[in-house]
Structures are given as C-alpha cells and as structure tokens.
C-alpha cells in the first residue's frame, strides 16, 4: 500500500530544538548574571540542567525555580532579564533545517497529508509552528496535552490516526527518537524513517526502522 500520510516530530526532527535551547538558556543565564546574581556562569548552568533533567526540558518556570531555590525568593529585575534574554535568543535560533521547507511544500503539492506528532505541550508547539509559519502545512497536530501520553505509547499514535483518517498501513513516522517515535509508529503497523540527521543521541538502535534519512529530501523519494 502506498504512503498517503506523513506523521512528523516536531523537534529535532523539522526544527534543531536543543540548539535552540543551548542558545537561549546561554543567554538567559548571561543577562540574569548581568542584573546582578550573583553566581557563576557554570553553577547557574548546572542548576537548571538539573531542572531540566528533574521536571522536563519543556518546564516552563525553570528561572523562578533557579531563583528560588539559589536566592530563596525571585528577584523580578534578574528573572525579567532572563525571560526576556531567552525569548530574544530562542526567536534567533529557532529555524528549520535545511531542506524541510521545500519538502513540505513538495509533498502537500503532492496531495499528501501532513501531520505533526510531538510529546512536547500544546502550546510550546504551536508556537513554534507558528513562528516558522508552518502552522498552515499540517492537517493535524497531536501533542502530549491531547492523551496525557508521551511516545512510544500506542495513544497518541492512534489519535493521530484517527483525526488524519489514515491506516498504519499507509502512514509512515518521521522521527529523530528511535525508542519512542521509531518504536511507537512501529507497535501499531506503521512505516518508519529515522530522521538521522536531527539525531542529539548518536547512539541509539535503529535496528527494524524501514528508512534511515540523512536529509529530511530523502523522504521524497521514499513516499513517491
């Protein structure tokens, strides 16, 4: 059966996300410590990569936690500067990799439907859809908010599925996280092709997944 819908990751996957959140948290950490905390750069870091790896990268108060755990109450000068600094440099840096552009285009003029299937909030994504202005590309976008489930569980597939009124069959998974978008589209029958090239790990087993992208193009290819 051929392929007539593409379910994408969102990050990692269209946008390079932990580049993003480098850049940013580097500026962020940056101004608050120009307001006047009175911290090491390295100590700060260190704090909010524990946040991070504690309550997930998504958390949103990570500088109110950051400030009241090391000041033991937030500081609005030095959590503005933060905020303000992040924003700034996430706008900055929050941009597609090459070649996903013109591969969506391709493969809406191609009739396909489009999907997006990301464990991060509801909002986070949309956002970040929107400011890339891919918002229009997509038929449907499926976050964690919508099952409360996170990949490789078969939930957030299975909803995806439904509101694209797709097969497994006939739907392959574009995915940089072998052990929950690879695994998960696989449980439920789908194709997979691993996104290589947006891959943060570099060591994960891709053993059983039906195409291996080293550029987001190769999906042409594959789905014609």
Not at 106 to 132: Q, V, Y
Request: proline share 4%; glycine share 6%.
């Amino acid at each position: 059966m051929s392929i007539r819908c593409i379910l994408f990751d969102l990050d990692n996957t269209l946008v390079n996300f932990m580049a993003m959140k480098r850049q940013a948290v580097d500026s962020a950490i940056e101004a608050m410590i120009d307001a006047g905390l009175k911290l090491t750069y390295d100590s700060v870091k260190d704090k909010i990569d524990s946040i991070y790896n504690e309550l997930g990268i998504e958390y949103q108060q990570v500088f109110d936690k950051l400030l009241n755990e090391t000041l033991g109450f937030v500081d609005p000068r030095i959590i503005s500067a933060g905020i303000i600094a992040y924003r700034r440099a996430r706008e900055a840096a929050l941009k597609p990799y090459p070649h996903v552009t013109a591969t969506l285009m391709h493969l809406n003029r191609m009739g396909k439907k489009l999907g997006i299937l990301s464990d991060a909030p509801t909002r986070e994504a949309w956002l970040r859809l929107c400011f890339i202005n891919y918002h229009h590309f997509f038929d449907v976008v499926v976050t964690f908010d919508d099952t409360r489930q996170r990949k490789p569980s078969p939930a957030p597939f299975l909803l995806a599925l439904e509101r694209l009124q797709a097969k497994p069959e006939e739907t392959i998974m574009v995915g940089d996280w072998a052990e929950r978008d690879m695994v998960g589209a696989k449980n439920i029958g789908m194709k997979t092709a691993f996104a290589k090239y947006g891959d943060a790990f570099g060591n994960q087993s891709i053993e059983g997944v039906d195409y291996i992208l080293e550029d987001v193009k190769d999906l042409l290819e594959i789905v014609r």
